[in-house]
């Protein structure tokens, strides 16, 4: 009148395994479950009854006691349903081998006439099964690709607790679920949107160019229309390729949160994530009771844009300095503290004013000076601090616009991405913080950015003449070091290091405050 069945679930990003027990004995009839189960897994009992009959099985007028393995972590949610209509079926023999399930791990939701639904997080979930040698996952058709992806473990995708029920019972045929890995390699880092669809606006293209190469964060500065938008949901299809271990960490994190696209069991592009300015700081960087990754882990491996950057509330600009620093977002709950990933590359866009129109030739911007500094004042700080360029982005000339001349396809410019990023690779070979260039602090920049005589001087003309700070210097310096790796260049060029000083907009100009 015992069964075991073993289930999982999620927290943070990672699986465990939950022991399901269920113990049916004559007595008053009751369904009680124990074992830490938040509201939706109490809510089971409802389900699963419900389930049950109408997959006309006899549901059990006696105590049912289910106990929910280990009891220490809150067990949330509606995939133990299946995993406790297994259990009590098992319990009153109508599964008849109990010792087949030793190795099955059994997750799903119930709806109230037997079908199931899909669940999140199959991926980690099969990831931890395996790791437990585990030999067969049972889990909603709908689910099963997502788990498939992990070599060395069965997945059975089924439709319905009746025939999880037959197929247990050995009275249903079921094919595994395979996951063709050639298939998703050979989609892999095939992006929709390309830079040649976009017209002009070259010196903006060459600044993305230059930021995917060092890892160096980007702001984008012109009126509305010009584009940044555009340009910036192009910017994942110049990174480097995504690696597949780098693809299975990003699609383990999507499916936690549950916003993986259905068909899609594995993510084979760099995310792109542009969350909307009234972001809350929760959403963004993660957190809750039940702890949640935010739009910073979505852009895990990809590209976070943050679309009119002076208009997110300051406050959630601030929880991004975290991920910013760290690549990680950790949170700390009063038992464990968890850890998201959220390395991502930031690309910013903001109008030069608020009206929109301060730098473009042909309209009329209608701010008032103290109007422009309290606007760019939103953006300055520590966050400005992480961005290494600034980019403007002038209003798109007609002519530009109307030329038939084909703009380079992102993969040729992918190419020098790669090989200047093979460059810094061999530059920083013991470091476990520093990849590329945008990682350099204060001391790595003494060290790889030296400057001959000539490039020093020139540096310090333009501090001069601009009145660049201290802090730009540094940026520049670093910068110019992409840039020289770009033209595979051993050390800092003149022509390296004006380019880079073309990429501080805010530094100079009217914008200064
Ligand atoms: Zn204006």
């Known amino acids: 009148m015992l069964s075991k069945v073993l289930s999982s679930a999620t927290y943070g990003i990672d699986a465990y395994l939950v022991e399901v027990e269920t113990n049916v004995e004559r007595n008053i009839p009751s369904f009680i479950i124990v074992g830490l189960p938040d509201n939706a897994v109490k809510e089971s009992r409802e389900r699963v009854t419900a389930a049950i009959k109408n997959s006309g099985f006899n549901f059990p007028m006696n105590k049912i006691t289910v106990n929910l393995a280990p009891a220490d972590i809150k067990k949330e949610g509606s995939s133990f349903d299946l995993a406790l209509a297994v259990g009590l079926l098992s319990a009153i023999d109508i599964i008849s081998n109990p010792d087949d399930l030793k190795d099955v791990v059994i997750l799903g939701e119930l709806s109230l006439d037997g079908k199931l639904r899909a669940i999140k997080g199959a991926l980690p979930i099969a990831v931890e099964a395996k790791k437990k040698d585990i030999k067969k996952i049972i889990l909603p058709v709908e689910s099963a690709n997502e788990a498939a992806i992990v070599d060395g473990i069965e997945v059975y995708g089924m439709e319905s607790l009746q025939e999880v029920v037959e197929f247990l019972n050995g009275k249903l045929e079921k094919e595994k679920t395979i996951s063709s890995k050639e298939e998703i390699f050979s989609s892999i880092n095939q992006y929709h949107l390309d830079f040649s669809d976009v017209k002009g606006q070259e010196n903006v293209k060459r600044a993305l160019e230059v930021a995917a190469a060092g890892g160096h964060n980007i702001l984008m500065i012109g009126p509305p229309g010009s584009g940044k938008t555009m340009l910036a949901k192009r ?8 690696t597949f271990d780098e693809a299975l960490e990003t699609t383990k994190i999507h499916s936690v949160a549950g916003i993986l696209q259905k ?5 084979t592009e760099r995310p792109f994530r542009s ?10 960087v993660g957190g809750g009771s039940f702890p949640r990754p935010g739009e910073v882990s979505f852009a895990h491996y990809g590209v976070l844009f943050l679309d009119e950057l002076p208009e997110f509330k300051k406050n959630v600009l601030e929880v991004l300095r975290q991920p910013l620093e760290d690549s990680k977002v950790t949170v700390s709950r009063s ?3 968890l850890e998201f990933p959220a390395n991502f590359m930031l690309a910013a866009a903001m109008n030069p004013c608020p009206c929109g129109y301060y730098t473009d030739p042909n309209r009329e911007c209608t701010c008032a000076p103290p109007q422009i ?10 966050l400005l601090d992480r961005i290494d ?3 403007e982005v002038p209003a798109v000339k007609y002519k530009e616009l109307s030329a038939e001349t084909k703009s380079e396809k992102s993969s040729d410019i992918r190419e020098r991405v ?4 093979q460059v810094q690779l061999k530059r920083f070979p013991n470091s476990d913080r520093i990849f590329n260039n945008g990682d350099m602090g204060s001391k790595e920049v003494r060290q790889y950015c030296k400057l001959d005589s000539a490039g020093s ?3 310090k003309m333009a501090m001069m003449k601009l009145g660049l700070s201290a802090r730009a210097y540094d940026r520049i310096l670093k910068v110019s070091r992409t840039i020289a790796d770009l033209d595979n260049a051993e050390s800092i060029l003149p022509q390296h290091i004006s380019e880079a000083i073309q990429y501080r907009s805010l530094d100079r100009e009217l914008w200064k405050h």
Do not use: F
């Not at 910017?235 to 995504?242: D, E, G, H």
């Open 418 to 421: 790669i090989n200047a990023r």
């Open 389 to 391: 360029i600034h980019i």
């Open 235 to 242: 910017l994942p299809s110049i990174l480097p390729p995504l």
């Open 457 to 459: 001087e020139l540096l």
């Open 373 to 382: 500094q309290r606007y760019m004042a939103k953006i300055s700080g520590p």
């Open 275 to 284: 969350p909307h300015h009234t972001v809350s700081d929760a959403a963004l």
């Open 263 to 267: 068909d899609k069991a594995l993510i």
């Open 335 to 337: 038992k464990l503290s």
